[in-house]
């Protein structure tokens, strides 16, 4: 297939790229609105209360991991289409009710849902998407990936700005979740004849389902597959979460100043997915996968060492072009490279290694900014994740795949897909 061959979309495609959108804005706007709420709710973020905001972290992330973890079970009964259109409904909800919240354990509470929400949103879309484009999916993850970028980048500059305009953080929290009944509805609406969303065609029982999450996990490749995805998401993560702390600390920025920074980071993502997604062909992945990271330890290395904060835009920027395509390429080429086992239930298994990533890095990043009095060392993980990405991608692709002997029943189970 040509790179340039025209890119096909759907109903079904605006339905989970507004999705991805929804979600990124459901998760970026509660950091930027959390100090206004804190004085409306009345917990301080000072001396000592940012417990409280860890808090709200933690209500998202447990029910997350449990709801994609379940999110199998679910989808085999109910099916992807109306397990994506209620998951993205309980995200409205959710911000609703944030919005709504009168103390701190009413928004604790409503967090929680949405969290759930989100949990099986990042576990089944990229699946979702597979199935509509089960030719060329990765250009189409890429694509459904930058919406995650495009959202961040809505919600850094336009909530940030209005919140500069005095607009309540109420509102937009209620914006947030009333953008979600867009991809709500298109998903959940009854379906045109002759374009229905391809479902399974068969039912699969909760034993099968649990003994394809057996088979998955046993598989020592999709293991090194989640490692690479986990030390990723860790990489990308710090740069996510402290690069606006750091700008504003080590830079004595506003917070407008640390806005721009993170927004510049979404905008190199947007870019960067987008690039992949319309470019690279599906058999060129690898290659890419290896090329941005080298790329991104090139540009990263370079963060902590910079003293002018112009320039610390600059490398944000083109860290943002360089992470982008990793993870969704990643998730495309390790079902590629692990053909005999389900590809639904081998994505939501890949973006559950976010979570470990995700939590690990930052506790050692933590650990780093206490030992070294700041955040500036913490930040050569970033490289290092990139070149360890880099590495295990090489040696991977040296592997063999699985050869399937008739005789192994463990593979011949049903498939979701």
Not at 120 to 138: C, D, K, M, V
Request: hydrophobic share 50%; proline share 4%; net charge positive.
């Amino acid at each position: 297939m040509n790179a340039q061959a025209k890119i096909s979309l759907g109903r079904f495609d605006g339905a989970i790229f507004s999705t991805f959108f929804s979600y990124s804005a459901g998760v970026q706007i509660i950091p930027i609105t959390l100090v206004l709420m804190s004085e409306d709710l009345g917990f301080s973020l000072k001396d000592g209360g940012f417990a409280e905001g860890t808090a709200l972290q933690i209500a998202r992330w447990i029910p997350g991991l449990l709801s994609a973890l379940l999110c199998g079970f679910i989808v085999a009964k109910y099916g992807k289409r109306k397990t994506l259109g209620v998951a993205t409904g309980l995200i409205s909800i959710g911000m609703t009710l944030c919005a709504l919240a009168p103390t701190f354990k009413f928004i604790t509470l409503s967090i929680m849902i949405a969290g759930a929400a989100s949990g099986i949103i990042g576990a089944l879309s990229a699946s979702f998407i597979r199935s509509l484009h089960p030719t060329e999916p990765g250009r189409y993850i890429n694509f459904l990936n930058s919406f995650w970028s495009i959202g961040t980048v809505f919600t850094v500059f336009i909530a940030g700005g209005l919140l500069l305009l005095g607009v309540s953080w109420r509102i937009l929290l209620l914006t947030t979740g009333l953008l979600a009944v867009i991809p709500t509805v298109l998903l959940l609406m009854p379906e045109s004849k002759g374009k229905e969303y391809p479902e399974f065609p068969i039912k699969v029982s909760a034993k099968d389902i649990l003994s394809q999450m057996i088979s998955i996990i046993r598989d020592k490749k999709f293991m090194l597959f989640f490692s690479i995805m986990a030390i990723h998401a860790g990489g990308e993560g710090i740069f996510m979460f402290w690069s606006a702390s750091y700008i504003q600390i080590n830079f004595s920025a506003s917070s407008w100043a640390a806005g721009i920074g993170a927004g510049l980071l979404a905008v190199g993502m947007v870019i960067g997915r987008t690039f992949a997604g319309y470019f690279l062909e599906q058999r060129h992945f690898k290659n890419a996968i290896i090329y941005f990271a080298i790329f991104g330890v090139a540009v990263s290395i370079t963060f902590p060492l910079i003293t002018e904060l112009w320039v610390i835009f600059v490398v944000l920027f083109l860290s943002g072009i360089a992470t982008a395509p990793i993870w969704p390429s990643l998730t495309s080429y390790c079902t590629e490279r692990l053909g005999h086992l389900d590809n639904t239930m081998t994505m939501i298994l890949l973006t559950i290694s976010a979570t470990p990533g995700g939590v690990i890095f930052m506790l050692i990043v933590g650990y780093i900014a206490v030992v070294k009095g700041g955040l500036t060392d913490a930040f050569y993980l970033v490289p290092l994740c990139f070149f360890i990405v880099a590495t295990l991608i090489y040696i991977e692709s040296r592997l063999k795949s699985k050869s399937i002997s008739p005789d192994d029943n463990s593979y011949n189970l049903p498939k979701l897909s």
